[in-house]
């Protein structure tokens, strides 16, 4: 209120700190515009009361503009720190999220790039192994089957000259020692060879498929003779000192092969058991414009082993020697039933032989009864 008393700076405004504001009176200046003009007019000195008011209050309002602007933007300043503190927390936590994710994820692809090669080695592995196992088995069949063609060869050759060869009845085209003079020509002697003899044996037509005559006559088996015989088997040998072979030649070779002649008896027992024993036929008849190409020992009316004066229309000639001797049918049967024996022994040794063990041992006992037969001077008449 103006107290209508001179002021001693009249005309300025009063400082700032001299004119009383009231907190609760600043407001909008509605109050002031609405207020009637009568009012005005009814005090005299209004006018210059808000004249003087106005300039004062202007600088408050900015100030508090300003005071709470200011308030609002710290305030507004710190709910975005929050929201941005908030933000790079989660920002965090999706970046470790991602990190982890991606050592998984490379984790995962070495795992599998290991996988995949062990896979791949295996396989290789497996295919070498496979590669090899074929190629040995490829060689082991052609090897098989080269043995197969081999034995089938064999046993075919063996089959024919089994069928077609006896000691009775030798096949004479077979072996041209035992030709009559006038188709063996001037033929000086046949060698016998390991795979074949004069008169082959007949037992080995079991190999060849061939059954055994059954005979007639009661037989049975000596138990000590068929164990000695199975021992012998087991590994086949030639030599005379295992307890089966050393029987035979103590009781049958031995005996057969003893002549009146005891030193040509030992060479030709020498002879047979080195398969180096040849016989050929005696000519009845030598042509006058032959040459003698060997020494003739004895004549054809004397036996050389026996020394007893018999037909003779074989002779004998031992290794390598020339000398030829000649021998009676009597000294021909015991010499071939020894070589008939020691021939299909050799073809056990040998494995030429497929049999079980009674057939073989029953035989290797007609073997040993030609033997003894020959022995007491029983021979088969020659054709």
């Known amino acids: ?59 408050l309002d900015v100030l ?24 790079q927390k989660e920002l965090k ?10 050592r998984v994820r490379e984790q995962l692809e070495r795992e599998l790039e290991e996988l995949t090669a062990s896979l791949f080695e295996e396989a290789h592995k497996m295919v070498r192994a496979a590669n090899m196992k074929q190629a040995a088995s490829e060689k082991q069949l052609k090897e098989a089957r080269g043995k197969i063609d081999m034995l089938q060869a064999e046993v075919t050759a063996l089959k024919t000259l089994v069928l077609t060869s006896t000691p009775a009845s030798p096949n004479r085209e077979l072996h041209p020692q035992l030709l009559s003079p006038t188709k063996a020509g001037p033929r000086k002697g046949h060698l016998r060879h390991k795979s074949t003899s004069s008169t082959l044996c007949p037992a080995v ?16 088996v000596d138990t000590t003779l068929f164990a000695e015989f199975q021992a012998w088997r087991e590994s086949p040998t030639l030599d005379k000192s295992c307890p089966f072979l050393e029987r035979v030649y103590r009781e049958d070779v031995g005996p057969c092969l003893d002549f009146t002649m005891q030193e040509l008896s030992a060479l030709v027992r020498a002879a047979v058991e080195d398969n180096t024993l040849t016989i050929e036929p005696v000519a009845s008849q030598t042509p006058p414009t032959a040459k003698v190409a060997a020494v003739e020992c004895g004549s054809t009316n004397t036996c050389a ?35 008939n024996f020691l021939t299909y022994i050799r073809y056990i040794q040998q494995g030429l032989v497929r049999q079980e063990a009674e057939p073989m041992f029953w035989e290797i006992t007609r073997l040993r009864k030609e033997m003894s037969l020959a022995k007491l001077g029983f021979f088969p008449q020659e054709a």
């Open 93 to 102: 936590l999706k970046d470790e999220e991602c990190e982890r994710l991606s």
């Open 305 to 339: 082993l026996s020394g007893l004066a018999r037909a003779c229309r074989h002779r004998i000639r031992l290794g390598d020697s020339e000398n030829h001797y000649y021998i009676s049918p009597s000294s021909r049967a015991r010499i071939t039933a020894v070589c």
């Open 1 to 59: 209120m103006w107290s209508g008393q001179p002021h001693p700076d009249e005309g300025h405004p009063p400082p700032l700190e001299a004119v009383p504001v009231p907190w609760k009176s600043v407001g909008p200046c509605k109050s002031h515009r609405t207020e009637s003009p009568r009012g005005l007019a009814e005090t005299p000195g209004g006018e210059e009361a808000q004249g003087e008011e106005g300039p004062a209050a202007a600088p």
């Open 64 to 87: 508090r503009l300003r005071s709470s602007s200011m308030e609002i933007r710290e305030k507004g300043s710190e709910f975005l720190k929050e929201e941005l503190h908030k933000a």
């Open 205 to 220: 037509c079991p190999a060849a498929g061939h059954t055994l005559t059954p005979d007639k006559e009661g037989k049975e």
